[in-house]
């Protein structure tokens, strides 16, 4: 990631972290609204032929013109930045891993083959937002004395990998950090299905199973070689750089969308 780029998303994550703080410590209660009475509001209703549309109140017009500003300045920032930054693009030329990228979640998906072995890959931009009000970068010292930027915040990820023949599945809970990805977990279901199903009930039944050990309790030697296993299957260093790049490109067309969803909405 380019200094530029960084120094951008700090900028954007503090406004957005001290705009959210004021909200959060302004004077509006809404547990303390006192409704008045049904037979009086429709009493009300039927004498003022005069009053505002339902929707319109006293605070939307000032509320739009503040979303307003936030969504020009986001998209401002970004103006002169390709539709695909180039990193994406990369990736993509790589022809390793689908993306799957669903607008409005915030949850992505990457999938590969690797044999008879089919690999998906989950993460959540919920783990950026949360860490907004952390310190999000470290500062390392590159070739030149230059200050290079590192990720500090941690995204937790999960792979799930399955067999053509369809018996059993294997899922890693892991943390990606700092360009590696750091296994917590590693579970095995006998039924494939069981284990990669994102269901709620699915979820219940995975509650009752065990999961293994944690994965630094188990003898050096195994972790290693389970390491190994892992890196083979293209979850390595590259793809560990590459998840928090793209929470944060997907994270910020988020928050426009959000932001012009909401205006959207208040305007209505």
Known sequence: MSVLRALRQVSASSSRAVARSAVRSGPLRLATVQ??????????????????????GST??????????????????????????????????????EI?????????TLIRKFGNETIRMMFSIADIQSAEEEPEYEQEEGEGGEDQPLH???????????????KGSINIDTMCQEGAF????????????????????????RRGLY??????????????EIE??????????????FVPEYSE????????????NVKNFVDA
């Not at 409704?35 to 319109?56: D, G, I, K, N, Q």
């Not at 799957?100 to 992505?108: F, I, L, S």
């Not at 999960?158 to 067999?163: A, E, G, Y």
């Not at 579970?187 to 979820?203: I, R, V």
């Open 100 to 108: 799957q990228d669903v607008a409005g979640n915030d949850e992505v």
């Open 152 to 166: 500090s915040y941690p995204v937790r990820t999960s792979f799930s990998i399955t067999k053509g023949n369809g």
């Open 60 to 97: 939307d017009v000032v509320l739009s013109q503040k979303l307003a500003e936030e969504l020009k300045y986001e998209k401002e920032a970004v103006a002169d930045a390709p539709e695909e930054p180039e990193f994406l693009k990369t990736f993509k030329e790589q022809g390793i891993w």
């Open 35 to 56: 409704l008045a009475p049904r037979a009086s509001m429709t009493v009300a209703r039927a004498f003022s032929a005069s009053a505002c549309r339902f929707s319109e």
């Open 249 to 260: 490109y997907k994270e910020q067309k988020e928050y426009v969308r959000w932001l012009d």
């Open 182 to 205: 750091i296994i917590d977990n590693m579970s095995y279901y006998p039924d494939a299905q069981l284990g990669t199903e994102l269901t709620a009930e699915a979820d219940w039944k």
């Open 211 to 224: 999961i293994g050990p944690q994965f630094d309790t188990l003898d050096v030697s195994v972790q290693e």
């Open 228 to 241: 190994k296993w892992v890196q083979e299957r293209g979850i390595d260093e590259s793809l560990a750089m």
